[in-house]
């Protein structure tokens, strides 16, 4: 089974043609996704961010999220200080650190994490 761990921007990729095959594996039970606790938090806070959505829609994306069934991990400040240190924000250094961790690719869409993060890939090269 392939094994990865997702950030918001390589999750919400899922619903876009560049994303869908990755999505399919997960749904077909071939994907093990594994992302930090505040997975769920970090994508509502993408979506309010970007797009017009009201707080009923984000509740039921939130349950949606939860439902989900990824891997859920503690990041530790420990983990995540040398990533910070280059400059990444709170959120990105809790996905990089889990990704050094669990030795998993990074799936993201964030041109900055592809360019900088070994084993970083676009949800339509994973």
Do not use: C, N
């Not at 983990?79 to 799936?107: E, F, M, N, W």
């Amino acid at each position: 089974m392939k094994r990865v761990v997702l950030d918001p921007g390589g999750f919400l990729a899922w619903f876009a043609v560049d994303g869908r095959p990755l999505r399919a594996e997960y749904e077909a039970g071939a994907l093990e996704v594994h992302v930090p606790r505040s997975f769920g938090l970090d994508v509502l806070e993408r979506i309010a961010r970007e797009r017009s959505s009201g707080a009923e829609d984000l509740a039921r994306l939130a349950d949606d999220i939860e439902r989900l069934g990824f891997r859920e991990h503690d990041v530790s400040p420990v983990d995540a200080a040398p990533h910070l240190q280059r400059g990444r924000t709170a959120s990105q250094a809790a996905y990089v650190a889990l990704s050094v961790r669990l030795d998993l690719p990074l799936i993201t869409d964030d041109a900055r994490l592809l360019g900088s993060v070994p084993g970083a890939r676009r949800p339509a090269d994973a």
